[in-house]
């Protein structure tokens, strides 16, 4: 089965400072890699995600990066503020009927001000 | 409405009760997922119900028995419980259209807490 390792497993930066947090995959048949934000005691949000078509992906102040070649992909955060402290997970999965997410362990970003 | 709803938010019981979490979401989903979600660790999957049918069941304990009674509601009953089944369950949906966004919306959760 699919295996997503994640990296660090805590950031801390100070704000305004960019953050970058990275996970790679074990299984090449992955295609759909999204990207969650769960902040304390609350549900985990979808906050960007990328296909395996598409090489890098931008919102605002949030990018992702996929390499397909070496399997890996990575959250980029620039300009962070403090209400960006959170856990980020990423996962990947393949095309299916439904979504079977492999989560990351997860990454504690702390900013602070 | 882009919402999954769960009840209830909190629920302590004992290892000998028998009690239900709920979830309904409205986006016209066919997809619907259980999730478990220890402190400080990713959600664990627990359940995938496609079309109302059980599609996956990831190895979970038969004390912990899912239900989708139509395809906006699921459910999960809980029967004798162990302490270490304390956790927050999270129920999702997802999309299912045979070219599946793969984006799952997560409800809040419920924290189930085995007395």
């Known amino acids: 089965g699919e295996n997503v390792e994640q990296h660090p497993s805590t950031l801390s930066v100070q704000e305004g400072d960019s953050a970058v947090i990275k996970c790679t995959y074990s299984?090449?048949?992955?295609?759909?890699f999204p990207w969650y934000k769960q902040e304390l005691g609350k549900r985990p949000q979808l906050i960007i995600d990328i296909r395996s078509n598409v090489g890098e992906k931008k919102d605002q102040r949030i990018a992702v990066t996929l390499n397909k070649t070496a399997k890996h992909f990575s959250l980029h955060i620039t300009e962070t503020q403090p209400e960006d402290s959170a856990v980020y997970f990423c996962?990947?999965?393949?095309?299916?009927?439904?979504?079977?997410?492999?989560f990351g362990k997860g990454t504690m970003l702390l900013v602070s001000p | 409405d882009t919402e999954v709803t769960q009840t209830p938010k909190h629920l302590v019981m004992g290892m000998t009760n028998k009690k239900s979490l709920k979830c309904e979401q409205h986006?016209?989903?066919?997809?619907m997922y259980w999730y478990k979600q220890k402190a400080k660790k990713p959600p664990e999957l627990m359940f995938v119900y496609s079309y109302e049918k059980l599609s996956i069941n990831e190895s979970v304990p038969s004390r912990f028995s899912p239900e989708c009674p139509n395809s906006s509601l699921l459910n999960l009953h809980l029967h004798a419980l162990q302490p270490e089944d304390s956790a927050l369950y999270l129920c999702a949906s997802s999309r299912d259209a045979g070219g599946a966004t793969g984006e799952l919306f997560f409800g809040e959760g419920s924290r189930l807490t085995v007395l």
């Open positions: 299984d090449s048949a992955s295609n759909y």
């Open positions: 996962a990947a999965s393949k095309r299916s009927g439904y979504s079977t997410l492999t």
């Open positions: 986006m016209g989903h066919r997809a």
